[in-house]
């Protein structure tokens, strides 16, 4: 299970020296916090994953948390660091970078539309934005917002042009606007012919938000009211005022060279993540995740019919059985049905996932970047791939 499966490879190590050698310093305040959560300290599970939990951080990951919900209960913890500067102790309270787990999110609010009436899955997106958005973006006049959702759109990819990823790494501070990611694809040539397969793409998931910010005056508004505020989930924040300079959010770290140098990336991390809609942009603590993903699996959210679509899967790969439905991937574990989504970024990485085998919820993640190979990604990989065999168990 590769946390880097969905986000930019590390192609782009050969840009980083456009940055300069001298080590990052961009550290920001975090506080520890108390949990009011009720954790079952003697889940059978605990001993064997908090080992490794423990070998994780032994390998050079600052800090990682898990949580898990089954027949046994909820049981959650973490070992390492959230914040190194100051040895604050990584802790389940602590809020957790999403990243393109967001997308469930907002796929969510699409469907909650869709159930509204205000939106029909097979219109072509050029019903609801207009042409000054969609001017020079390939395949645009002929995609429909259900293709934007399970990626068969065939527009292409933002944040795997050269010259994003430059003016990225040489501009670690610059606030881009969505018009700039959609700018980097104006004339870019299209993946495919829309419908003719399936790609993941994050273009798709910012021209989704824009699609809900016409429907509702502001997509973000409305994903805290009908699904955040909504279901209860009061530790998970999408574009609140100031949400992230929140001090419970975790300082972030990446391998700049992928020489196991750790420095620290959080301003420029919560810059990136701040400047992204519909595709990031989700932070929350390990349990309010896994609520999610439980009351959306369970129907509790949208209509039974209407979750049918969404788990209405693609296959991404013409050799493996795995696909991807309307925001929400289904993957194969030693045979076993996980569906959820998996987040990258330059200063963390998650997976939220369910086990339909065994009726198991778990969200596991890092403060360490995927986004760019660590050294220690394939020893981490291995352990990560233990951890899934204990949660299966």
């Not at 300069?20 to 009011?36: F, Q, R």
């Not at 869709?114 to 097979?122: F, Q, R, S, V």
């Not at 030693?334 to 998996?342: A, F, R, S, V």
Request: contains cysteine; aromatic residues 10%.
């Amino acid at each position: 299970m590769n946390f880097t499966k969905y986000f930019i490879k590390a192609v782009v190590l050969s840009l980083l020296v456009l940055m300069g050698c001298s080590k990052m310093e961009m550290d920001l305040p975090h506080v520890s916090c108390e949990s009011s959560e009720i954790i079952n300290t003697n889940h059978p599970k605990a001993n064997s994953l908090q080992q490794k939990l423990d070998e994780i951080v032994a390998l050079g990951v600052p800090g990682v948390v898990i949580a898990l919900k089954d027949a046994n209960g909820t049981w959650a913890s973490t070992s390492g660091l959230s914040r190194i500067e100051t040895k604050t102790s990584m802790e389940i309270c602590h809020l957790q970078f999403g990243q393109s787990v967001a997308k469930t999110y907002m796929a969510t609010a699409i469907l909650l539309l869709y159930e509204d009436g205000k939106i029909d899955l097979d219109d072509k997106i050029s019903n609801y934005l207009p042409e000054s958005t969609l001017s020079g973006i390939a395949n645009a006049n002929e995609s429909t917002v259900r293709m934007l959702l399970n990626h068969t759109s065939g527009i292409a990819e933002y944040n795997d042009k050269a010259n994003y990823v430059t003016y990225l790494l040489q501009h670690p501070l610059h606030v881009f606007t969505t018009e700039d990611y959609l700018d980097y694809v104006r004339g870019a040539t299209p993946k495919f012919s829309p419908g003719e397969k399936q790609s993941y793409t994050n273009t798709n998931y910012e021209l989704l938000a824009l699609i809900a910010d016409q429907i509702t005056g502001d997509h973000k508004k409305y994903i805290r009211e009908k699904i955040l505020e909504a279901h209860g989930l009061n530790n998970t924040f999408y574009y609140n005022e100031g949400f992230m300079d929140y001090p419970e959010l975790v300082n972030t770290y990446w391998d700049r060279y992928s020489n196991g140098e750790i420095e620290n990336c959080s301003e420029m991390h919560r810059i990136n993540v701040g400047s992204l809609i519909g595709d990031d942009g989700i932070i929350a603590t390990p349990i309010d995740y896994m609520t999610f993903l439980e009351k959306l699996l369970t129907n509790q959210i949208l209509s039974e019919s209407t979750m049918k679509q969404m788990l209405d899967f693609i296959q991404t790969k013409p050799d493996s059985p795995d696909g991807y439905g309307l925001g929400i991937s289904q993957e194969f574990i030693n045979g076993h049905e996980q569906l959820g989504h998996t987040g990258g970024g330059i200063g963390a990485g998650c997976i939220l996932g369910h086990y339909t085998d065994n009726d198991t919820y778990f969200f596991l993640a890092i403060n360490l970047g995927v986004s760019i190979t660590p050294k220690i990604a394939e020893p981490f990989e291995k352990v990560a791939d233990e951890i899934y065999d204990i949660l299966l168990e």
